[in-house]
């Protein structure tokens, strides 16, 4: 069998990490070998690259240096774990890829898309995932929802406005993206777990 990446995308507090957790639960319970990641992160390299970005003492990042650092990670991920373990067959997924580049630096901090994806480009050696499930949420609720959760990092402690353009920059891409499959945030958990396991069952039988 050929490997599968499957990506997850949305707004902070959207529930990606629930709905991962369950798909990788449901995945291996038939026999699938399943590889859970994250980004930025996934790798020993990665990890330490997460904790400059998400350091909420860094706030005199700069936008470009924050951009920069997310493809470092994203390129060291894609070669030492992403690319090998779906060479062998498994099942990756990933919370948060190249879109979520797009949008936060792209659109939301003003970077430009275009210029985003092309660094990213390089970064991923072009590897596109087979699906992004889209879970969609108001910048509102979603706040709301990660302040219950615990400690707010660097970028989820942006003010509204910031969280109010990803949501439009989530908006625009999906508009680009024929891989994209958009959920709503707001419904039943078993319901969107169900949502993202019919897509999923319908890749695995295309193997």
């Given amino acids: 069998m050929k490997g599968l990446f499957i990506t997850f995308e949305g707004p ?14 449901y995945l291996t319970s038939k026999g699938y070998d399943v590889v859970l990641t994250r980004e930025p992160g996934g790798t020993a390299i990665g990890e330490k ?51 979520s580049s797009i949008v936060y630096q792209g659109y939301a901090r003003g970077l430009g898309e275009d210029k985003i994806e092309a660094i990213n480009n390089i ?3 072009g590897l596109v995932p087979d699906v992004v499930f889209l879970l969609m ?10 302040k219950k959760s ?3 990092d660097r970028l989820e402690m942006e003010k509204l406005e910031f969280h109010n353009r990803v949501y439009e920059g989530y908006n625009r891409l999906k ?5 994209i499959f958009e959920i709503d945030a707001t419904l039943d958990i078993d319901d969107i777990h169900n949502r993202i396991v019919r897509v999923v069952e319908s890749l695995l039988r295309e193997e």
């Fill in 12 to 25: 902070d507090g959207a529930g990606k990490t629930t709905q991962i957790n369950m798909l990788k639960e």
């Fill in 123 to 125: 970064a991923t050696r």
């Fill in 150 to 152: 615990g400690e707010l």
């Fill in 175 to 179: 508009e680009r993206r024929k891989n």
């Fill in 49 to 99: 690259i997460r904790n400059v970005i998400l350091d909420v003492e860094n706030k005199e990042m700069d936008d470009i240096c924050e951009a920069l650092l997310y493809a470092a990670s994203r390129a060291q991920h894609v070669k030492q774990l992403i690319l090998p373990s779906i060479d062998q067959g498994k099942i990756v997924i990933c919370d948060r890829f190249v879109e």
């Fill in 137 to 146: 949420l108001t910048p509102e609720e979603g706040i709301k929802r990660k």
